[in-house]
């Protein structure tokens, strides 16, 4: 009679393997995109933005934009919620990656629908530095700042072309107020403006470098006309 016999170190070699491609995934997830108007593609300020069945969620800031964080599951669901318009919960794909970018175009509810005051005077961009306060901000003089003009101006290639005299290995980067770990996320159309403090005793107290004393880099983004 024949018998089908494992060796000890074959199984334990296999478990092993097992529980490294196991391992592979990251045990959190970190969620973050865009939400704009369905009718008008422009940002969606204040929108709440959660994980279906976790307590924490995010507000988006006023360009739009949102990072949260979860653990990593099957049946990811994330929900967003904004006065005016239609609630939307969709289930997202998570797989290897440690972030996911999600954008969503809500719905406006035609019942609640409030009337948009615009500006002539002012662009576009011009109005939505000044909501974030980069206006008033730039108007103390305490940091560096930059805008659209000084895109058209120096004509760079990339955004890491445009920064690079600001971003080191320690320097913590902001895009729309989000702490990110680098700028592959956006675009040379998308940048807005940005406010470059070198120390942390020129920066903000919500953008101050908590990891080192070497700068932190705000980028404001828009919607690219």
Same mark, same amino acid.
């Given at each position: 009679?024949?018998?089908?016999?494992?060796?000890?170190?074959?199984?334990?070699?296999?478990?092993?393997?097992?529980?490294?491609?196991? %391992?592979?995934?990251?045990?959190?997830?970190?969620?973050?995109?865009?939400?704009?108007?369905?009718?008008?593609? %422009?940002?969606?300020?204040?929108?709440?933005?959660?994980?279906?069945?976790?307590?924490?969620?995010?507000?988006?800031?006023?360009?739009?934009?949102?990072?949260?964080?979860?653990?990593?599951?099957?049946?990811?669901?994330?929900?967003?919620?904004?006065?005016?318009?239609?609630?939307?919960?969709?289930?997202?794909?998570?797989?290897?990656?440690?972030?996911?970018?999600?954008?969503?175009?809500?719905?406006?509810?035609?019942?609640?629908?409030?009337?948009?005051?615009?500006?002539?005077?002012?662009?576009?961009?011009?109005?939505?530095?000044?909501?974030?306060?980069?206006?008033?901000?730039?108007?103390?003089?305490?940091?560096?700042?930059?805008?659209?003009?000084?895109?058209?101006?120096?004509?760079?290639?990339?955004?890491?072309?445009?920064?690079?005299?600001?971003?080191?290995?320690?320097?913590?980067?902001?895009?729309?107020?989000?702490?990110?770990?680098?700028?592959?996320?956006?675009?040379?159309?998308?940048?807005?403006?940005?406010?470059?403090?070198?120390?942390?005793? %020129?920066?903000?107290?919500?953008?101050?470098?908590?990891?080192?004393?070497?700068?932190?880099?705000?980028?404001?983004?828009?919607?690219?006309?």
């Amino acid at each position: 009679m024949r018998h089908n016999c494992v060796s000890p170190i074959l199984f334990t070699l296999a478990l092993g393997a097992g529980a490294a491609r196991a %391992q592979t995934a990251p045990a959190t997830l970190v969620i973050y995109g865009l939400v704009t108007d369905k009718a008008t593609g %422009q940002p969606v300020a204040d929108a709440r933005v959660s994980i279906v069945g976790y307590d924490g969620e995010s507000n988006t800031s006023a360009t739009g934009r949102f990072a949260l964080r979860g653990a990593r599951e099957a049946g990811v669901e994330i929900r967003v919620q904004r006065i005016g318009y239609r609630e939307v919960q969709r289930p997202i794909s998570i797989g290897d990656s440690a972030r996911v970018r999600v954008d969503i175009a809500l719905e406006p509810a035609p019942a609640e629908l409030s009337a948009v005051v615009t500006s002539a005077s002012a662009s576009a961009t011009a109005r939505l530095l000044e909501s974030t306060g980069f206006t008033a901000r730039r108007n103390r003089g305490i940091g560096h700042f930059g805008d659209r003009d000084e895109i058209e101006r120096t004509k760079p290639t990339s955004v890491r072309m445009f920064f690079h005299q600001y971003v080191r290995g320690c320097t913590m980067i902001f895009i729309d107020g989000v702490p990110l770990r680098g700028l592959s996320d956006i675009t040379l159309d998308e940048i807005a403006g940005y406010e470059w403090y070198s120390h942390n005793a %020129q920066a903000p107290p919500a953008w101050v470098n908590k990891m080192a004393d070497c700068g932190s880099l705000i980028v404001w983004t828009r919607i690219p006309e």
